[in-house]
């Protein structure tokens, strides 16, 4: 069965600071990668996809930018943090009709 | 992709049937519903989906009406731990795969 992994569960960072948010997928080759963000209270909002290594697409223009340099890698990164990236962030991966969430990332700026 | 409307919130007795409505009146004939939940601090956890028949697994039964333009999902024993934000999906495919768009949802609240 496959398993996603994220790191660091929460993170408190001052706005400026860069970022970087690793996700990590077990038991299958060559899946779909998903960043979303969820704000408090609100739906999730898709950021990028990836359908293979080095192939990114973003939904939405943010200051933040995303990388999968291995198979079964995604990261989501960011140079300078602002206090609206706070968020709930989570990856997926998924295949046809589904698609399987980590336990997600809470990002604090302040 | 096919907008859906959902309840805000909803209450349920503990062990009664919760029934969540939703609305997607814009659906086209090749694109599925989906449901998820969400139970708090944690990732969406997929429910069922369905294109036009009834579905049903271990975790809830999915009733989609003839014309396809609204659906129920149905969680027959509802338990303390069915309490979640439930979100009714309805992404048009691509060539990726699934584009899911998460809306507000409706908090099922299942009440002692």
């Known amino acids: 069965s496959q398993t996603i992994h994220q790191w660091p569960a929460t993170l408190v960072q001052p706005v400026g600071s860069p970022l970087s948010l690793e996700c990590t997928v077990e038991?299958?080759?060559?899946?779909?990668l998903y960043w979303y963000r969820q704000a408090a209270g609100r739906g999730l909002q898709l950021l990028f996809y990836?359908?293979?290594?080095?192939?990114i697409s973003s939904e939405v223009p943010q200051n933040l930018s995303a990388s999968r340099p291995q198979d079964r890698q995604f990261i989501l990164s960011s140079k300078k943090l602002l206090l609206s990236d706070s968020g709930f962030y989570l990856c997926?991966?998924?295949?046809?009709?589904?698609?399987?969430f980590g336990p997600g990332t809470r990002l604090t700026v302040t | 992709d096919a907008k859906t409307t959902q309840p805000t919130s909803m209450d349920c007795a503990e062990g009664r049937a919760a029934n969540l409505p939703c609305n997607h009146s814009?659906?086209?004939?090749?694109?599925?519903v989906y449901w998820y939940r969400q139970i708090h601090s944690q990732g969406p956890q997929y429910i069922i989906h369905?294109?036009?028949n009834n579905e049903t697994n271990e975790m809830a039964s999915l009733i989609i009406t003839e014309d396809r333009k609204s659906s129920t999902l149905i969680l027959p024993h509802a338990t303390l731990r069915d309490t979640a934000v439930y979100y009714c999906?309805?992404?048009?495919?691509?060539?990726?795969?699934?584009?899911?768009?998460f809306g507000p949802g409706t908090r099922l609240s299942v009440l002692p």
């Open positions: 997926a991966q998924g295949r046809a009709y589904e698609q399987y």
């Open positions: 999906i309805v992404p048009r495919p691509r060539n990726y795969g699934q584009n899911f768009v």
């Open positions: 369905g294109l036009k």
């Open positions: 814009t659906i086209s004939g090749n694109e599925y």
């Open positions: 990836s359908v293979g290594i080095g192939q």
């Open positions: 038991g299958t080759s060559n899946p779909n």
